[in-house]
Antibody, heavy 121, light 110 residues
Framework: QVQLQESGPGLVKPSQTLSLTCTVSGGSIISGGYYWSWIRQHPGKGLEWIGYIYYSGTTYYNPSLTSRLTISVDTSKNQFSLNLNSVTAADTAVYHC?????????????WGRGILVTVSS | QSALTQPASVSGSPGQSITISCTGTSSDVGGYNSVSWYQQHPGRAPKLMIYDVSNRPSGVSNRFSGSKSGNTASLTISGLQAEDEADYYCSSYTSNSPVVFGGGTKLTVL
């Protein structure tokens, strides 16, 4: 059974960088042709796709975030990470990592429980 | 990119069937058979219910079905049960940015 677990600070100051890591267990991040995504949910709101990465390092980003966003992968640790710089209060959200079973076409079958990140001074 | 359009809320009584719509454009829903549906209970991660318009992942009840006509996809839940009360989100592959979600629909079981 594949499991994903987000980790990182729950509080980030405005203008700083939000950094999160997703650890994948129960399966290898390099097998199966899966894409690995970050998705966020603002409090009381809907889902917003942030971006994803393939184990080779190929990335695709939400155009609204691309100027501030970097997603990377560490296959030796079976992890992938998100860095979002110059954050504001609008970046306060629950951040989920997820696996896309359809090679980037957006069918997320395994999700992490999510981590609430608050941007505040 | 603009979110896909879903009704804010739908409701139904136990045993009834309900349908949730998800309207996009020819650049997303209408252009690709890559529509997914998710169920989310409060405080929980979303759960994939339907992918590729009408396919159910293993373990998902056959009371859940998906379809698409033109730029609108639909999720139908038959034999409504109390446990189906949740938020439902659609998503689609899009030519503008790989994935876009709908705004979500709150299902109330009366």
């Amino acid at each position: 059974q594949v499991q994903l677990q987000e980790s990182g600070p729950g509080l980030v100051k405005p203008s700083q960088t939000l950094s999160l890591t997703c650890t994948v267990s129960g399966g290898s991040i390099i097998s199966g042709g899966y894409y690995w995504s970050w998705i966020r949910q603002h409090p009381g709101k809907g889902l917003e796709w942030i971006g994803y990465i393939y184990y080779s390092g190929t990335t695709y980003y939400n155009p609204s975030l691309t100027s501030r966003l970097t997603i990377s992968v560490d296959t030796s640790k079976n992890q992938f990470s998100l860095n979002l710089n110059s954050v504001t209060a609008a970046d306060t959200a629950v951040y989920h990592c997820a696996r896309d079973r359809t090679s980037g076409y957006g069918a997320f079958d395994y999700w992490g429980r999510g981590i609430l990140v608050t941007v505040s001074s | 990119q603009s979110a896909l359009t879903q009704p804010a809320s739908v409701s139904g009584s136990p045993g009834q069937s309900i349908t949730i719509s998800c309207t996009g454009t020819s650049s997303d829903v209408g252009g690709y058979n890559s529509v997914s549906w998710y169920q989310q209970h409060p405080g929980r991660a979303p759960k994939l219910m339907i992918y590729d318009v009408s396919n159910r992942p293993s373990g998902v009840s056959n009371r859940f079905s998906g379809s698409k006509s033109g730029n609108t996809a639909s999720l139908t839940i038959s034999g409504l049960q109390a446990e189906d009360e949740a938020d439902y989100y659609c998503s689609s592959y899009t030519s503008n940015s790989p994935v876009v979600f709908g705004g979500g629909t709150k299902l109330t079981v009366l």
